[in-house]
Structures are given as C-alpha cells and as structure tokens.
C-alpha cells in the first residue's frame, strides 16, 4: 500500500496580499484540484493525505464533492512549520503503507509519469527526490551584495517534489531533525541526518512551483496544453 501526502498548509506569504494561492483558478480549475486529481489517478496512490489549515476545511470538504476522489483520503491538520505539518501528515498514514510521498500544494504541474517514477525510485533506494539538473551558472554571494565564487553547475541539481519515501525510513529521518532541533524545507535534507541515500528523479516536463503573482500565467499555459489527455 502507498500513500500520498498533499501539503497545503502554507500561507502563501509571497504571492503578496490575502490571496490563497491553492485557490486560484489555473486552466478553468483550482491549483489544489489539479494537484489532487494527478494523485487520486496514479495507479501507484492507495490514499490521500491532504495536510490543511484548520479554517480552510469547509473548502476542501466542498472541493471533494465537486472533485469526487476515487481514494480515500483524509484532511488533516497542519503545523506551525512545513516539517511540523508534513509529520502530521505521516502519522494520518494508514499502518500498512510501504511508501509516502510527499507533494508540495502549489505545485500542480507535475507529469504522472514522474509521480510514477518517484515511487519507483523509493522502492529500490528508500528515498527518491523529483529533480531538475542546474543549467544557470550559479554564483555564491556571502554579503548579499558581491560574488565571492562560481559554483561547479554540473553537480548542483534543483529539487521539487514530489519526494517519496518508505514510510519507516521518512519517519526516522524527521524524528532525527525534531531530536536536533533542525528546521528544514526539504524533506529529502532530513535523510542526509540519517545517512539515507536519496535517488534523483528527472523527467522532460516542466514542474513549477506557483510562488509569485508571475508564475500564474505560465502555469496556467502548461496546464491547458495537459488538460485535454488528463481530462476525465
């Protein structure tokens, strides 16, 4: 049994304003819809976890009739911190489950095809990350203001998600980081705590996170040019 955890706890700080960015209409949809949907139809995903803020539950609630989900899912409480929300999140997990991945909310673009491998690459390694390999020279600055050096771009690498675990093994690696006292974005950071191996992921299509107000369009381009295959 597999497991997906959806993270949609945020608060979309950067997209400026009181806007909720899980949403927004992206391609005649909300992004949470898309996100939802490309899970509930992976023939890999058993169940769904989708991790929200308290007050947004009704929406959710509603957006689940509307979306009628073939897999289980759950609505579970978020932390004050993502690692905080993304435990909560894997103590919902059904007992059973051999693997969880983990999806950030904002980031509806992401090809089946790639769910798939992910989990995959989980099953062989333990742990697997979806990622882009750099292709910008990438310059370190330690005052903000002047470059202090030049990366060697061909072993950087940019990670998004999802990021899919065995379930034991995501679960040692986040109690390591609550023992250390280590706040992390990256659930894949928390496995180098351990010494777990994580196998990167990559695939052709785009998989952008909507962030800022710029992101909306292209978004939005990507997801109608996907629609008419993903269309129920």
Not at 7 to 23: C, H, I, N, P
Not at 218 to 232: G, S, V
Request: charged share 25%.
């Amino acid at each position: 049994m597999n497991s997906a955890i959806l993270v949609a706890a945020g608060r979309s700080t950067r997209m400026g304003g009181q806007v909720d960015k899980l949403w927004l209409q992206l391609a005649g949809r909300p992004v949470i819809a898309h996100v939802w949907e490309r899970f509930d139809q992976c023939p890999l995903v058993d169940e769904i976890i989708l991790v929200i803020r308290n007050e947004a539950r009704p929406a959710f609630s509603q957006l689940a009739e509307q979306l009628r989900p073939t897999k289980p899912f759950q609505l579970v409480s978020g932390g004050a911190r993502r690692q905080d929300s993304v435990w909560n999140g894997l103590q919902a997990v059904a007992p059973q489950a051999e693997l969880v991945a983990v999806q950030d909310a904002a980031r509806p673009a992401t090809h089946p095809d790639l769910i798939r491998a992910c989990y995959e690459a989980a099953r062989r390694t333990g742990a697997a990350v979806a990622a882009q390999p750099i292709t910008d020279t990438i310059k370190e600055s330690d005052d903000g203001r002047f470059v202090t050096r030049t990366l060697d771009r061909s072993r950087l690498w940019a990670v998004q998600t999802p990021q899919t675990f065995r379930a034991n093994i995501l679960r040692r690696a986040l109690q390591e980081a609550l023992r250390r006292g280590l706040e992390i974005t990256d659930d894949t950071a928390a496995c180098e705590l351990i010494g777990q191996p994580v196998e990167l992921v990559a695939h052709p299509a785009p998989n952008p996170k909507l962030t800022r107000p710029e992101d909306i369009g292209y978004l939005d381009w990507i997801l109608r040019q996907a629609r008419p295959t993903n269309a129920r």
